[in-house]
């Protein structure tokens, strides 16, 4: 037998996955960028803001509605800490600087990709959501297997979760065109670097797919 990563999904074992697109990281009132005027936000951030409305955001919507509409898990992680002050964040988020406080607004969905009630959101302290949440424990209980990843950053969180996902043993789709880094060179170049880990797909394919 011939394994490969390339396998259509399997919707009784499948889940969709989104990283971080919460209003810290995706909205423009986000904590994230705070205290920077409207030019240096246009400056540093506009490219990124444009393809998330644009594209990537509706093409998550599309995802999100797809997954649902077939009956499959939808599943959600936000960087959020587990307490106000994030004193159980990880070395590296604290000097990072980022605490997004438990239960603040920032550690939201934002509302285009809202989670329904019975959708499951995992709080992350840490850039991989396999490092600092129950989500492995989660999946293997709902006989997961295949997990589709969508999410923001491409080269940052996206990248660590299909790693670990892929070294624990589940078969990852990332969708390309649903993904998002601050550069079109930086979201092309971890494609190519992630590609070895996971089997790549445009969001028009796995909407068709899941038909």
Not at 90 to 112: A, C, H, Q, R
Not at 160 to 170: H, K, N, S, W
Request: hydrophobic share 35%; charged share 25%.
């Amino acid at each position: 037998m011939t394994l490969t990563r390339n396998v259509p999904l399997q919707l009784d074992q499948s889940a969709m996955l989104f990283i971080d697109v919460q209003n810290f990281a995706a909205h423009r009132k986000g904590a994230e960028f705070a205290g920077l005027s409207d030019a240096e936000f246009d400056d540093k951030y506009g490219w990124f803001f444009g393809q998330m409305k644009s594209t990537i955001v509706p093409n998550m919507q599309r995802l999100q509605a797809a997954f649902r509409k077939a009956g499959g898990e939808v599943l959600y992680t936000t960087i959020e800490s587990l307490t106000k002050d994030g004193r159980d964040r990880s070395l590296d988020y604290k000097i990072t600087g980022f605490n997004v406080p438990k239960g603040s607004w920032d550690g939201k969905m934002i509302d285009e990709l809202a989670p329904g009630d019975d959708e499951i959101v995992f709080p992350k302290s840490s850039s991989s959501v396999f490092v600092s949440t129950h989500i492995d424990y989660v999946l293997r209980n709902l006989g997961v297997k295949q997990l589709v990843i969508s999410g923001i950053i491409t080269d940052q969180c996206v990248e660590g979760a299909i790693r670990d996902a892929c070294d624990l043993g589940y078969l990852v789709t990332q969708v390309t065109d649903a993904c998002m880094t601050y550069s079109q060179d930086r979201h092309d170049h971890s494609l190519r670097t992630i590609k070895g880990y996971c089997r790549q797909v445009t969001t028009d394919e796995l909407v068709s797919e899941l038909r």
